[in-house]
């Protein structure tokens, strides 16, 4: 017999809502929400008291909105004419952060420069750009969005698509023929890019299901060529797609990867011991009123954003005379884009942009204590707006930590045979501001690690579920023709469908001060002439600087190679050099996807792995404000495209972080962390090494700890 629907809808909407945003839907007292729900698992996380929100007050002009703001900028938006008869959606509600000019003059002690906020919402098939004003009380903008895209998909919308879903007979049909129990069926309704006219004009997710039946890792079960299109404004499904019924589901063997279910999985050698770093002392680092941390030489502000995930800002680090000099204004994640490689039709549309179609913020979820983060970690919360305009508390979203790994800061020996006996050696210290978001199968660690020498290094790791495909071939001698694969099997039944990862980086970078300049220095092979050296040839470097946008678009070339340096031309060393910062890249991709194609178009930042552009605060999201469905006619590359001039201006840098990623059998069932990193490193920026003067450590500096056992 079926089962009940209302038993069914229960158990898949339940489900999904934890997947994507379950810390939009717990209620707290006070008319706040807070997540609450405990990890299924022996690696538990302490919550900590976040009842401190509830009274919280803004200290700085760039402190990300109170729960007390956000109730009453829901209060607002309550009484606003336009809204009197039916409250819209709230896809998006942050900060309206104060003109630049207006920050840089601000100093602790100052009024705070007045408190806005920026809402994006959904009402009637309108997308509505609205500033709240929280002095005057009142809505001051309120702009109906008439260029493509919609914003964030919210909750509701996802719990819309699971309801019209599970009331379709043809799917539900196709469910019971794949002799799949609705208890076991997990639904989730992603996002579905952009391809062609048929899908404007309606807000559209495609529904992809899976079976959890004896594991809580079903993206490794995949109802595969089961997909359903379904409009969630109109409460109607557009489109099924039924073609892989005769395509096995993956067994669950071995899918487990919880720490009390790992017994399918043999040790091959033997565990470590546990590690911490000891402070006996405590932590060296401080977090004033909140967001403004200060360690070593560095001071900077962090907030959790609902979008990009965390943002660094006003970040300065203690010059040679003893006073902070600026380095940064404003740092973040713009953009996630994650294209898979495979045209069928249950797979073409899989282009997904996660910061602007899920959120960054939105789905990041408790740090694991001593696991994310380590012993003497400062933790910090998220306060955001769910869709009904309420606020709720994301605990532990972001920890801040130092990190000793045992490398090494500057070091230099003598050979004693020379007449020095010298071993001087300084261990290297960093401090790291860490967020993850766990974007349904995948994880994305982001640090940014600040060290004492003035570099800053940004690095994402990838960890989580692959987003597999059910394939009849348990093993490649079954494969006949190699050629209809997207990927390579990671299990029986399982291909890892080749996908990429690029993640955009905004970097308002303000090298003592605002207006700035970027140079590319080339190494240009010079040869030598006749008879003025042994040598044939060497290297020489070129510097020129960017006048225009164009100038600055760079694609990154091993065999010609380049620093990139953003200078202040006003400023100067003691030997008359610019002081300056350079984007140093470590490993990265490029797209190799057709510029034409419609992911493509949608993502068209990743042409160039570095772009800069003047400073323009409604140009911060590299996909376009509104990237949901959008044709990708508001994006970074559109912008830059005017050519505007870039010398000695307030400038932003942009840098595109990628991954090639071809599966292999070591990333099921969960993969082990691939990170890539670049840094912002000083050029000219101090007069001499920065920490020549860091003290070494000796014996008498540690705590004295002994092993509980011997060996």
């Not at 007045?114 to 959904?122: G, M, N, Q, Y």
């Not at 309108?126 to 969005?145: E, I």
């Not at 570099?455 to 093993?475: C, D, F, H, Q, W």
């Not at 010079?526 to 290297?539: A, I, M, N, V, W």
């Amino acid at each position: 017999m079926k089962k009940p629907y209302c038993i069914q809808l229960f158990i898949i909407i339940s489900i999904a809502v934890f997947i994507y945003v379950y810390s939009r839907n717990q209620y707290l007292n006070f008319g706040c929400r807070k997540t609450n729900l405990r990890p299924r698992s022996t690696i538990d996380t302490p919550v900590h008291n976040s009842d401190h929100h509830f009274t919280d007050t803004p200290l700085h002009p760039l402190d990300p909105l109170t729960v007390p703001e956000i109730n009453n900028i829901r209060s607002i938006l309550s009484a606003y004419e336009p809204f009197s008869s039916s409250f819209p959606s709230i896809n998006t509600l942050s900060l309206d952060e104060p003109d630049k000019r207006q920050v840089l003059a601000w100093k602790p002690g100052d009024p705070l420069p007045p408190r806005r906020a920026s809402v994006i919402s959904f009402l009637d098939g309108q997308t509505h750009l609205l500033t709240v004003d929280l002095d005057l009380a009142v809505v001051t903008g309120d702009v109906v969005n008439v260029g493509s895209g919609y914003p964030m998909l919210t909750n509701e919308d996802l719990t819309t698509a699971l309801e019209v879903l599970l009331t379709n007979l043809d799917f539900n049909k196709s469910i019971l023929a794949r002799g799949v129990d609705f208890n076991d069926l997990v639904c989730i309704p992603p996002s579905s890019g952009w391809f062609g006219p048929d899908e404007e004009g309606k807000r559209i997710v495609k529904v992809q299901c899976f079976y959890s039946q004896n594991t809580p890792n079903y993206y490794m079960r995949p109802i595969e060529g089961l997909r359903v299109t379904v409009d969630v404004d109109k409460r109607e499904i557009v489109k099924i797609t039924d073609t892989g019924r005769d395509i096995p589901i993956p067994e669950e063997t071995n899918t487990d990867y919880r720490y009390t279910t790992r017994s399918p999985f043999s040790d091959m050698s033997r565990e470590t011991n546990p590690m911490s770093m000891e402070q006996l002392k405590g932590h060296s680092f401080t977090v004033e009123n909140g967001h403004t941390v200060k360690w070593a030489n560095w001071v900077f502000h962090v907030k959790p954003d609902i979008r990009a995930g965390m943002i660094i800002s006003r970040a300065m680090v203690r010059g040679d005379n003893g006073e902070y000099r600026s380095v940064m204004y404003k740092g973040f994640a713009s953009e996630l884009y994650v294209p898979y490689m495979d045209p069928d039709q249950g797979w073409y549309y899989k282009s997904y942009m996660d910061a602007g179609e899920f959120g960054l913020g939105a789905t990041a979820m408790p740090l694991v204590e001593l696991n994310d983060c380590p012993r003497y970690s400062y933790y910090m919360d998220g306060v955001f707006a769910s869709a009904d305009g309420r606020p709720f508390i994301q605990p532990n979203m972001i920890c801040i930590f130092e990190r000793f790994t045992g490398d090494v800061g500057w070091r230099h020996s003598e050979i004693p045979a020379m007449g020095f006996d010298i071993r001087e050696s300084r261990p290297k210290m960093t401090l790291v501001a860490r967020m993850v978001a766990s974007v349904g199968n995948y994880d994305y660690i982001f640090d940014w690690e600040f060290q004492t020498d003035g570099l800053i290094r940004v690095k994402v790791g990838l960890s989580g579920m692959l987003m597999v495909k059910a394939t009849p071939y348990e093993n490649v001698y079954n494969i006949s023709n190699t050629d209809d694969m997207s990927g390579p099997l990671v299990s029986e039944n399982v291909i890892g469908v080749v996908h990429d990862h690029f993640i955009s980086f905004h970097l308002d970078m303000d090298i003592d001060g605002q207006n700035n300049s970027f140079a590319e220095v080339n190494l240009v092979k010079e040869e030598t002439r006749r008879g003025q050296s042994p040598r044939k040839s060497y290297l020489k470097a070129i510097r020129k600087v960017a006048k225009t946008e164009d100038d600055a678009k760079i694609k990154l070339k091993l065999y010609d190679p380049s620093e990139f340096h953003v200078f202040n031309p006003a400023k100067r060393s003691r030997l008359g050099n610019p002081t300056g910062y350079k984007i140093v890249p470590g490993g990265t991709a490029a797209s190799l996807l057709d510029l034409d194609d419609p992911p493509q178009i949608r993502a068209a930042f990743t042409n160039n792995q570095i772009w800069v552009t003047p400073h323009n605060k409604s140009e911060e999201w590299a996909g376009g404000l509104l990237v949901s469905q959008s044709k990708g006619d508001d994006t970074l590359a559109v912008w830059s495209a005017r050519n505007r001039e870039i010398e000695n201006k307030d400038i932003v840098l942009w840098y595109t972080l990628g991954f090639h990623h071809i599966p292999c059998q070591e990333d099921f069932p969960v993969m082990p962390t691939v990170s890539s990193s670049f840094e912002l490193k000083p050029v000219n920026f101090f007069d001499r090494n920065p920490i020549l003067n860091a003290k070494p450590i000796f014996q008498k500096d540690l705590p004295v700890c002994f092993a509980t056992s011997s060996y």
